[in-house]
């Protein structure tokens, strides 16, 4: 039996997750002892600094299938997402001025996209289904003959839903269309291979992965001989991608958080899927609830549920002492119900009265039992008003 668990209880790793001891471990030199500019290449330090860059370059390009060469050093996702579609739209503008994405993507492509269509290109965001999974056939028919890139997210931040890169980054290809994918919530939970999938460009964050905030990176494909246009200047670093002096530390921990993702995924994995049956079992017989998202096909991690009749705010704020969400974190100060459950069709009462549940890698039994028992006692005493 799960021993019982302390609070406060931490259950949304969707928003960013514990950095894992042995990536604090690995950073730890790189901010003391070895605080060399790995730019510098006219002594020790320098030196040093750029050995331990390139390693964990190594680290990052395998966890995904590229080639180190492949990998392009950002602050995050956002700033991926951002160097990924206003990079490429401005070299291949040549190509075509229209760009395709999905309405469930983060904001970090949807208000790029619109960035870019204030700036001229066209934009076209499809819908989902009710179960948040794009339609192959009319993600197809929504490519024209000038549509130079579209980006389609691989795990959805907000309910976890897996969508098929590999069918749509084939559609792609055949077509000549740059394809970009946002991975930032499925690095460590799904296999991802990008010499084996159609994929151009791939934003990677290594928060989301037990690794350091504020760092992150760009695939960029060499086999499909891949250009981008700067969006930063000064110095021409990261193949005159992405200028700027390298957070060697940062960057350690990144390496080492995807080596360790690599190595742990299936168990983590496993250990996810339990923790969710054991969190859903722990629901049952409570009425009116439903799951947000297709069931299987989604990373175990992410559970967004909403209850009939209880404001997804209400219940969080009834449960102080578990940390979970109504929806993205970058979202959190913004009063309107989730877009992204809003283009699966609820209504905004219903998106209202969701919840956000996220798992990770030190989430306990113990805890999942104390957050269902607080969840349970909260929905109760909600609705009876």
Known sequence: ????????????????????????????????????????????WGWDAARAVEKARAQVAALIGADSQEIIWTSGATESNNLALLGGAAHYQKRGRHIVTVATEHKAVLDTVAELERQGLEVTI????????????????????????????????????????????AICRRQGVLFHVD????????????????????????????????????????????????QMH????????????????????????????????????????????????????????????????RVPQNINLRFDGVDGEALMLAMPDVAVSTGSACDSADPKPSHVLRALGLSDEQASASLRLSLGRFTTEAEVDAAVHALRDAVARLRQG
Not at 252 to 267: H, K, L, S
């Open 234 to 297: 000064g110095g021409g670093h990261e193949r005159g991608m992405r200028s700027g002096t390298l957070a060697t530390h940062q960057i350690v921990g990144m390496g080492e958080a995807f080596r360790i993702a690599a190595a742990e995924m299936d168990a983590d994995e496993a250990r996810a899927h339990a923790l969710r049956r054991r969190l859903l079992d722990g629901l049952q017989g409570v009425p009116g609830w439903y799951l947000n998202g297709n069931a299987t096909q």
């Open 126 to 169: 499809l819908g989902v289904d009710a179960e948040g999974l794009l339609d192959a056939e009319a993600f197809t028919d929504a490519l024209r003959p000038d549509t130079v890139m579209a980006s389609v997210m691989l795990v959805n931040n907000e309910i976890g839903v897996i969508q098929d890169v590999a069918a749509l980054g």
């Open 1 to 44: 039996m799960a021993q019982a668990a302390a609070f406060p209880i931490y259950l949304d790793n969707a928003a960013t997750t514990r950095v894992d001891p042995r990536v604090v471990d690995a950073m730890m030199p790189w901010l003391g002892a070895h605080y060399g500019n790995p730019a510098s290449t006219t002594h020790r």
């Open 183 to 230: 991975a930032a919530q499925a690095t460590g939970k799904v296999p991802i291979r990008v010499h084996e999938l159609p994929v151009d460009l791939m934003s990677l964050t290594a928060h989301k992965t037990h690794g350091p905030k504020g760092m992150g990176a760009l695939y960029v494909s060499r086999r499909q001989r891949v250009h981008l246009h700067a």
